[in-house]
């Protein structure tokens, strides 16, 4: 196997771990450890957390070393600040510019999705859904959105993993309802329909939301993160 197909096997693990919380967040990153696990010398290996890095996963500290990405309180609120405005903004220029190749792309990754919510791990489910949402980024196709965009989908997808375990029968609904508004946002976009695709954004954001605020304790934070969310998602 070449360095090059290491480096992006190294890249792939990465992403997912941290994805799926397998690392956690804050989490240090040994390079020596990893470059052994990969067969990778110290060089590639700073290449990936420089990839990483660049797209949110990873932080790069001088003298420090690599680390997970941290949901600090401050990030979370900002989360919960932006999701709603950013996820409209996407799906409104997911409508507007789609081709139809990436509309057939979505379809594929909506399929993954249901077969993931059939009987898959949280995890498989989780980046399933990530996959579809990363689709409709591509369709938006705004140099301004999409870095953000990006961090807002890795965030999601870590502090959203409780939305993918359902220990309720509401649970579970909440998963179908999640696949069906998948099916009415790929409808919207196919129908060039701007206005249907943010109003579909806000409905499939509300209803993973109050259970992310179960994850990030709102308790604990200096301001409620439910009054925060619902206000700029209303």
Known sequence: MSAKTRKTELLSYLRRAILTLDLAPGADL???????????????????????DGLGYVDLRENRGARVSELSHTTLRDFFLAAPMIYGAIMRLAARNARPDQIAALKQAQDAFRAALRGDSAANRALANNRFHEIT??????????????????????????????????????LTKA????????????????????????????????????????????????????????
């Open 179 to 234: 696949s069906d508004q998948h099916d009415q946002i790929i409808a919207a976009i196919e129908a060039r329909d701007e206005e249907q695709a943010a109003r579909l954004a806000d409905r499939h954001w509300a209803l993973s939301r109050d259970q992310i605020e179960l994850y990030v304790m709102p308790s604990a934070l200096d301001v409620p993160l439910g009054a925060l969310s619902r206000q700029h998602s209303a």
């Open 137 to 174: 980024g591509q369709m938006a196709a705004n140099v301004y959105l999409l870095p953000s965009f990006h961090r807002l989908l890795i965030d999601h997808a870590r502090i959203g993993m409780t939305f993918y375990q359902p220990r309720s029968d509401a649970m579970v609904s909440n």
């Open 30 to 52: 040994d390079e020596v450890a990893i470059g052994a696990r990969f067969d990778l010398s110290r060089t590639p290996v700073r290449e990936v957390l420089r990839d990483l």
